[in-house]
């Protein structure tokens, strides 16, 4: 940076072409307006004819004056003019540029390349060595120190890393090599990480230390496990935006499927979070590949979707009546056409079923077959057991032993709509609203005609999740160790209520399967299994997918531990299952004792650039004004 | 023939369909290069008869028509009508500045110049006259029509900025009808003139004039150049020069009309912006007249 007076020059190379300007002069005064050529026979006629009106061969000097100093502006507006400019600080001496590189340095990256450029082209023009460490985690050994110039070239070619900045383990062994009198340039990402107070310490220590932080604030995106699946949005900002869900569309063309809005926000030490429900069908929830956060391009801010987030797994045990009776008259003909929308169908035997690790087995109307072993135990590992009643049960001498059942029943059962009973089909009462049924409406023709009843008990209030209009128990549920029981008090079909072929049957099914455990236990039993997770598709630092060429298989220990140098975030294969590997996670804002923060990616001091060629601007149309003027007063002689 | 010739030939017809056959008005010029049909209307030198009138005194035997005097008392002498030679020599300028044409809806001067110069030919050709082009021998009968039309177009144009006519071809008895814009150096047109007085030599100028170089419609910073580029001149304000180069102009046509006058000539102006058998009828006037 060129100073004089208060005025520095960024770019102080293009003043020389002010030296242009008198020569400009001279030119322009030279050169009055061309005069048009004509080709006139009679032009002998005109030979020794003096101009009666003589007109200034000249242009104006004014007008002259004018043209010269707009240019004059444009040349000190691309100069770089800045009023003011603080100086830099950073030493003269040898320069270290300390990149974080991880994905949160994605959002602003050209800026911070831009900025690091800039400190290498001092220290070129100063002819002191200077060594660029990239935070990436791939940086070994001793920093070499080189030439200012031979760095420009690795420093334009640096992408972030679909990783958490980190640093070398080290800072003692990584200096070696550095000279004294380091002056330091830190183009942090703003968040803390591991070793960087170590790094902070050793470079303090030995040297003057820069920190320029980001300008806008990192964002990341997590999900949070549970029943209801949610996003947990992190910012170090307070704005909440907006979250994309992004995945095909029935064409199959991926776009933007829904926009999820935060919901409560919390503070914890700078940074703020806010839990996003996805609060989406099931339909729609299934499609999505990607969440994104709006306007924010790192690694961090994209969370794929895999497994845990897509179709749950059901299976329908039971023995199918279709072979032997009408298909209407099968329960499992209900159940699958309410299930098969919106996920994985399994069928077979409740021993075959078992193997495949469902997240829900839906029983309709079976007794005795709850003793299959290893059904108990996986209720417990986080199964959900749906049952539903029947003829069968009800004529079950042994429906007061059966286990796995939320309730105790009573043998029998009750018909209370029937040819030979009085009372009328009872209807569905509204749903308590804080139950899993919550905000589903009841349609008026739900009735119901006969159903099991429950053993009086003092907890049957509150395992009945759904209750006819008389307070009978219609669904009841308990929790069976770290999985849950249900029973639904009528059948499947429509032999004991018209439930079965209600819209309102999809949607209960639906609730209850959504607040299904997915797998919980799945995922380290595959991982064990399942010693190496392929890389399918990768992000990089910006958050954009690309292809995942060239990436060696990640080993299942090395995959729980997160993104890293040779496994970065994405998705990853490993047999049957897909698991995301994303980036977005806890954050903690960084801070610096005894380092000295550059604010601004932008040199300091007031800009003056846009003002000057505004200025010129001006300048070009008063001439433009000028001219035509000039051409008036010609035409007003002529005429 | 080519093309061009042909189209020039077609105009030229259309253009003096309307003229009536144009007569030479008839002068006694004393020595005739080549004898024409051209009758005087009363007794000559001839070869046609003329009249028969009584022998006077002085007649020799030899001329008296013995077959009509034995068919009555008196001597009677044959006369024969008096025959003069009539030629008329067109000269159309080639100087470089006669291909002007001020306007895309105009033709060049050079053009509507041939296009008077032929139908006036043609005219004169049906009536019986010689017509020639200035320098050539001129010759009778439509054929000579296509061989001016041809020579008029085959002329190359100059690149120079005058045209004078060749004063070497002028002959005694000759009519010449000069087609110029006349706007170059004038003295070789006075020398012509000058010229032809003394041989006796009656003829016409024409000025054929684009309504451009008439009316100087320039405006604004010009630089003018004449057609060969010899001559220029750079002005800021072209309007205000038209007074001063009208003037001129009206200085030139004063000087030729006068020279014209001295010599016996006609001076004429044609416009190409009008039509051409405006001034084909006052060229067949004047040369009728």
Do not use: C
Not at chain 1, 193 to 199: K, L, S, T, V
Request: no cysteine; charged share 20%; hydrophobic share 50%.
């Amino acid at each position: 940076m060129l100073l004089i007076g208060p005025i520095g020059f960024l770019t102080p190379w293009i003043l020389a072409a002010l030296a242009a300007l008198p020569v400009l002069w001279l030119i322009l005064r030279a050169m009055p307006p061309s005069p048009r050529l004509v080709r006139f026979p009679g032009t002998r006629l005109l030979l020794g004819l003096k101009d009666p009106h003589p007109v200034a061969r000249h242009t104006p000097w004014w007008l002259l004056l004018l043209r010269v100093l707009a240019i004059a502006a444009l040349i000190l507006g691309f100069a770089g003019p800045v009023w003011k400019p603080s100086p830099d600080q950073a030493g003269q001496g040898p320069l270290l540029v300390v990149m974080d590189a991880g994905w949160a340095a994605a959002p602003d990256w050209p800026q911070r390349q831009a900025r690091a450029l800039r400190a290498l082209d001092r220290a070129a023009a100063a002819g002191q060595p200077a060594a660029l460490l990239v935070a990436d985690g791939t940086a070994t050994g001793a920093l070499p120190f080189l030439p200012a110039t031979e760095l420009a070239a690795q420093l334009r070619a640096l992408r972030p890393a679909a990783w958490e900045t980190r640093y070398p383990p080290d800072p003692q062994a990584a200096l070696a090599e550095a000279p004294a009198g380091l002056s330091v340039l830190w183009l942090s990402d703003g968040l803390d990480h591991p070793g960087r107070a170590e790094w902070l310490a050793a470079l303090s220590g030995r040297s003057s230390v820069t920190v320029v932080p980001p300008e806008g604030a990192q964002q990341t995106l997590e999900l949070v496990a549970g029943d209801q699946p949610a996003l947990r949005l992190r910012s170090t900002g307070t704005a909440a935006p907006e979250v994309l869900a992004i995945g095909l569309d029935p064409q199959g063309m991926p776009r933007e499927l829904a926009r999820l809005k935060p919901g409560e926000s919390a503070q914890d030490r700078g940074v703020t979070s806010w839990l996003v429900p996805i609060d989406l069908p099931s339909e729609l929830r299934n499609r999505i590949t990607r969440f994104e956060i709006e306007g924010q391009a790192s690694a961090g801010a994209v969370l794929l979707a895999d497994d845990s987030l897509r179709r749950r797994k059901v299976a329908l045990a039971g023995d199918d009546r279709a072979g032997e009776g009408q298909r209407l008259l099968s329960p499992l003909h209900y159940l699958r056409r309410a299930l098969a929308p919106t996920t994985d169908l399994i069928e077979g035997g409740l021993g075959d079923v078992l193997q495949a690790a469902p997240d829900v087995i839906v029983l309709a109307d079976q007794i005795g077959l709850a003793e299959e072993p290893g059904l108990r135990e996986w209720v417990e590992g986080g199964g959900l057991l749906i049952r539903f009643a029947g003829p069968r049960m009800a004529a079950s001498e042994r429906l007061a032993e059966e286990p796995l059942l939320p309730v105790r029943l009573r043998a029998g059962g009750r018909d209370v709509g029937g040819a030979l009973a009085w009372g009328e089909p009872r209807s569905v009462a509204p749903f308590a609203a804080d139950g899993p049924f919550a905000g589903l409406s009841v349609p008026n023709d739900t009735t119901v005609r006969a159903q099991l009843l429950a053993e009086p008990a003092p907890d049957l209030a509150d395992r009945s999740i759904a209750r006819l209009s008389d307070g009978t128990p219609l669904v009841t549920r308990t929790v069976l160790g770290q999985g849950q029981l249900v029973l639904f008090h009528t059948t499947a079909n429509a032999e004991w209520s018209n439930l079965a072929i209600s819209g309102l049957f999809v949607e209960m099914l639906d609730r209850l399967v959504r607040s299904a455990r997915a797998s919980a236990a799945a995922p380290e039993a595959d991982r064990a299994e399942q010693p190496f997770w392929l890389p399918e598709l990768v992000l990089d630092g910006f958050g954009r997918t690309t292809e995942a060429e060239g990436l060696a298989p990640v080993a299942a220990a090395d995959f729980a531990r997160g993104p890293a140098p040779g496994a970065p975030a994405g998705l990853y294969r490993g047999g049957e299952r897909v698991a995301a590997l994303n980036a977005g996670g806890p954050m903690a804002p960084a801070d610096w004792p005894g380092a000295r923060i550059e604010r601004g990616a932008q040199a300091p001091g007031l800009d003056l650039r846009g003002w000057l060629v505004a200025l010129a601007a001006v300048l070009f149309a008063l001439d433009a004004l000028g001219s035509a003027w000039l051409a008036r007063g010609r035409q007003g002689a002529m005429a | 023939m080519k093309p061009q010739a042909d189209q020039l030939r077609a105009g030229a017809e259309a253009a003096s369909a309307a003229l009536p056959a144009l007569m030479l008005s008839a002068e006694r010029l004393a020595a005739a290069l080549v004898p024409g049909a051209h009758g005087q209307r009363r007794a000559g030198m001839g070869e046609d008869f003329w009249q028969y009138r009584p022998a006077t005194a002085g007649d020799t035997a030899r001329s008296i028509d013995w077959r009509r005097s034995a068919r009555s008392d008196a001597q009677f002498v044959r006369d024969r009508e008096a025959q003069v030679a009539q030629s008329a020599a067109i000269w159309v300028s080639a100087a470089a500045g006669m291909d002007y044409a001020g306007g895309a809806d105009r033709p060049g001067k050079r053009d509507r110049a041939n296009l008077l110069a032929l139908a006036l030919a043609m005219a004169l050709l049906a009536g019986g006259e010689r017509v020639a082009l200035a320098g050539q021998p001129p010759r009778p009968g439509r054929l000579q029509a296509e061989r001016l039309a041809e020579a008029l177009v085959a002329r190359p144009l100059l690149d120079r900025d005058e045209d004078a006519p060749p004063a070497e071809a002028l002959r005694p008895g000759q009519r010449v009808v000069l087609f110029d814009d006349f706007l170059g150096d004038p003295q070789p047109v006075l020398d012509y003139l000058a010229r032809a007085a003394v041989l006796g030599v009656q003829g016409v100028l024409m000025q054929v004039l684009d309504p451009d170089e008439d009316g100087f419609p320039w405006r604004g910073a010009v630089l003018f150049r004449s057609a060969s580029g010899a001559l220029r001149h750079d002005t800021r304000d072209a309007a205000g020069l038209r007074a001063a180069y009208l003037a001129r102009l009206a200085e030139r046509r004063a000087q030729l009309t006068g020279a014209a006058r001295m010599a016996g000539w006609h001076f004429g102006m044609h416009d190409t912006g009008a039509a051409p058998s405006q001034a084909l009828l006052w060229l067949w006037s004047v040369l009728e007249g």
